[in-house]
């Protein structure tokens, strides 16, 4: 290299100047400060996302903001006591689930091959009922289903005087265990105005809520069918036992066997009673007086008393075929009859009085309430007329019942079923013995 040509000059990069505490900045060329996010109108500084909402706690649980489409994979964890919580970090943890991509999280962890999501209404089982759960089987299971025709059956038979095969007694009286309380009417008419959003099973709680008078109704339908068949059996009742009276009151051949079998007995308890013999004996000791055995263990007192009839007075083997109402009465009680009666007449005042109450309630009242109140009344009526008859009839058994006792030598407190069963042994035993020996 020349001498002549000069080296090109060392470029030099300038060494920075220290601040020094006591240089003042130049504030111009500097961005001002950002303004306090109460301030600003997006609730905090451009560019950054608003702040999460804190989450909504219930006691040792969350409300959560947002909630996925499908179902995810379990994140297992064991969640902190509720007595730990205020002294935490926990206490004031957000909901950060608006800043996520949830697709993505959803596309990730999904269980299943994620679908479409739609908006559906709720099934009958998804909708939350209002009524206990085992008081809504058992009203299904009543009903067969709570189906469409299910409140058409019941208001039918609510208005019917007789029983209906569509909704027979023993459901009638099944749903009086089940019909809406006090408290249930209050719970119910708050949804009077919601009903399409209620259960198949409320909404049907909610019909029986509005029938006016529900109770009542239900106690006076079960009275009105099965009176009819209550007043039958009664009444046939009395009959048998005015017929078993007049039997045995008017029954000849019953008192000669009777007078035999007082002769025998007192010839054969003559050396055991100083040769003395009692006047009579009563009916319920017959079993012991026909049962004495002979030496022979065929021999019976009835057996001899058979054969000495045959020879005698074979006329008066024919007496058992006089008494076969007896027979029928040998378990009935006129007393409990004439108790069965008085319930037969409390039974006919408390239609009186539910008819008046329905009467009294105007409120809803339709054609099919008018025809059922004139039914109701007219069953009234008949009635009235039939339980003055039979009352006549059960004073007429009372009398001749009297009588019995006064003609037999009984006691007057024996009871009719007591006398009557006697009665009835002796002509079954009578007549078995006859059928044998033959």
Partial sequence: MSASTAAPPKLTTPKPVKETPDKKHDMRDMPPPPLPPSMHPHGGPPGLPPPAPPMMKCGNMIKLNRTPNIKLKQVHWVKINANQLSASMWKDARDLTDRLDLAELEEQFSLQEKKPFIIKQ???????????????????????????????????????TVELESFPADKMATLKRYQPTTEDIEMYRMYA????????????????????????????VGILWDFPDHYLSLEEEVNDLLCACDEVLTNAH????????LSIGNYMN????????????????????????????????????????????????????????????????????????DVLKNDLQKIKKTLKALRDHKVGVDKMDKKFQTDVQNFIVEYDRKLDQLDAKYSKVTDKYKQMLVRF?????????????????????FQQVCDKTK
């Fill in 122 to 160: 709720k099934s009958q089982e998804e909708r939350q009922m209002l009524m206990d759960t085992k008081r809504a089987q058992n009203l299904g299971i009543l009903f067969s289903g709570i189906k469409l025709d299910s409140l058409v059956k019941l208001t039918e038979a609510l208005n019917s």
């Fill in 193 to 220: 105005d919601k009903r399409d959003s209620l259960h198949d099973v409320d909404r049907f709680m909610l019909a029986l809520c509005e029938i006016p008078r529900l109770g009542s109704r239900l106690d006076l």
């Fill in 409 to 429: 030598g009984e006691p007057v407190n024996k009871p009719t079923e007591s006398l009557f069963a006697s009665v009835s042994l002796f002509a079954d035993i």
């Fill in 270 to 341: 003559a050396n055991w009673n100083s040769k003395h013999g009692v006047p009579g004996f009563q009916l319920t000791s017959i079993e012991k007086v026909l049962n004495v055995k002979g030496r022979d263990p065929q021999t019976t007192l009835c057996s001899y008393l058979v054969g000495q009839l045959r020879k005698i007075d074979p006329v008066l083997l024919e007496w058992p075929e006089g008494v076969t109402h007896v027979n029928k009465c040998a378990g009935y009680s006129v007393k409990a009859v004439g108790a069965e009666i």
């Fill in 254 to 261: 019953l008192t000669k066997i009777l007078e035999y079998l």
